[in-house]
């Protein structure tokens, strides 16, 4: 059963640092890019960032870019993403995304960003 | 990174069909035949059911499709029902490599 796994998240106060991990179980994790998606509290979804299969390239949303980080461990199965010099704006439900078109979303980790 | 435009609702009735537009430019939408829809119930992560202009997973009804013309794709799903009603998003990939959301299409099914 294909599965992806989020944890990391929590309560941070402005201007804090978290890392997001994502353990990714039931496919071949080698062979495929992975995302990170953001959904903020009622809003709708937002791109974060996603690094190859390879995770030689990565690229990420205008809005993280020089604050967050993606990075992978294909050893390990497991997707990463750190997050610097943390916002407000940054609080959302954060999820591990497999895949070019998103094929299987993990349920989740909340990102608090609140003093 | 604008997002996508898409309609803040629609509705239908059970039994009938429904489109949802997605509109980007021509560094988005209008340059990849990559376009992917998801759909989203209250308190639960979202769920592809289209990608690639008209290609379904396994185990998604055949009742959705999609198609795309210049900037604007559509997703239409025909024979509404109640399990449809749930939030609808669609997505692409940009010229910039990076990727970018549709704002969400609330459907209710009356």
């Known amino acids: 059963e294909v599965q992806v796994v989020e944890s990391g998240g929590g309560l941070v106060q402005p201007g804090g640092s978290l890392r997001l991990s994502c353990a990714a179980s039931?496919?071949?994790?080698?062979?495929?890019?992975m995302n990170w998606v953001r959904q903020a509290p009622g809003k709708g979804l937002e791109w974060v960032s996603y690094a190859t299969s390879s995770g030689t390239a990565i690229y990420c949303a205008d809005s993280v870019k020089g604050r967050f980080t993606i990075s992978r461990d294909n050893a390990k199965k497991s997707l990463y993403l750190q997050m610097n010099s943390l916002r407000a704006e940054d609080t959302a439900v954060y999820y591990c995304v497999r895949g070019r078109y998103g094929s299987y979303w993990g349920q989740g980790t909340l990102v608090t960003v609140s003093s | 990174q604008s997002a996508l435009t898409q309609p803040a609702s629609v509705s239908g009735s059970p039994g009938q069909s429904i489109t949802i537009s997605c509109t980007g430019t021509?560094?988005?939408?209008?340059?990849?035949?990559?376009v992917s829809w998801y759909q989203q119930h209250p308190g639960k992560a979202p769920k592809l059911i289209i990608y690639?202009?008209?290609n379904r997973p396994s185990g998604v009804s055949d009742r959705f499709s999609d198609s795309k013309s210049g900037n604007t794709a559509s997703l239409t799903i025909s024979g509404l029902q109640a399990e449809d009603e749930a939030d609808y998003y669609c997505s692409s990939y940009t010229t910039s490599s990076t990727k970018v959301f549709g704002g969400g299409t609330k459907l209710t099914v009356l």
């Open positions: 690639e202009v008209n």
């Open positions: 021509s560094s988005d939408v209008g340059n990849y035949n990559s």
């Open positions: 039931g496919f071949t994790f080698t062979s495929f890019e």
